[in-house]
């Protein structure tokens, strides 16, 4: 396994365009999380999975976000009519279950730029 | 609500140097606090993750503490290397909740 997987790396869009985005994790982890982050900010929780429940979504999460995780393996991220202000990195991380014992383990990113 | 502050926000040292990072955050009911390192334009790299019974955490030239009662975590980089710039996040998990909430990180520079 070679740790959380996502792609695209980059995405350039134009406003209003659909996205979606791919985040593999590691395989044995039943947790998978959504993160946003802007330039010179910290990350920003989006939504969590465990297995294919999702379980919780932040407010940050607007009508125009879904995340699925079908099978409790992979999970897409769709961004529906695209704005400037959605240009971010979208960052995926994985964690087994038993919070308090393991880390979580973040994806490369997708760069989302809206133009 | 948590929140978590990094101070500095930003940090230039020459070569060799050793630093410290600091952390704080507001609630000190938490799992647990995890430092990241973060590339330019990348995603984030574990460096060392601390439980809350755990005073600290090392990992070759770098250890990190915790001090929950006061809800404070500082990094020590000893013999600071160019290859060590980068922005050092820090992160908790705590509460009711399943989610890390994140500081605004410090970006380091080291000069050579």
């Known amino acids: 396994d070679t740790g959380v997987s996502q792609d695209p790396r980059h995405k350039i869009t134009k406003r209003g365009q659909n996205v979606t985005f791919r985040c593999d994790p590691i395989?044995?982890?039943?947790?998978l999380y959504w993160y946003r982050q802007t330039l010179g900010q910290g990350p920003e929780f989006l939504t969590y999975?465990?297995?294919?429940?999702?379980?919780?979504k932040s407010r940050l999460l607007s009508d125009r976000f879904s995340a699925e995780r079908p099978k409790g393996s992979f999970s897409t991220l769709e961004i529906q009519r695209t704005e400037q202000g959605d240009s971010a990195m979208y960052l995926c991380?994985?964690?087994?279950?038993?919070?308090?014992?393991?880390?979580?383990?973040f994806g490369s990113g997708t760069r989302l730029t809206v133009v | 609500k948590q929140e978590v502050t990094q101070i500095p926000a930003a940090l230039s040292v020459p070569e060799g140097e050793n630093l410290v990072l600091n952390c704080s955050f507001t609630?000190?009911?938490?799992?647990?606090l995890q430092w990241f390192r973060q590339d330019p334009g990348k995603g984030l790299t574990s460096l060392l993750l601390?439980?809350?019974?755990?005073r600290e955490q090392t990992s070759g030239r770098l250890n990190a503490s915790l001090d929950k009662s006061s809800g404070r975590s500082t990094l020590y980089i000893a013999a600071s290397q160019p290859g060590d710039s980068a922005t050092y996040l820090c992160?908790?998990?705590?509460?009711?909740?399943?989610?890390?909430?994140f500081g605004t990180g410090t970006l380091l520079a080291v000069q050579p």
């Open positions: 601390i439980q809350s019974s755990q």
């Open positions: 609630d000190s009911a938490i799992y647990n």
């Open positions: 395989s044995e982890h039943n947790r």
């Open positions: 999975f465990q297995n294919e429940a999702q379980l919780e």
């Open positions: 991380a994985s964690s087994p279950q038993g919070r308090d014992s393991y880390g979580y383990t």
């Open positions: 992160a908790v998990l705590g509460g009711a909740t399943n989610k890390l909430i």
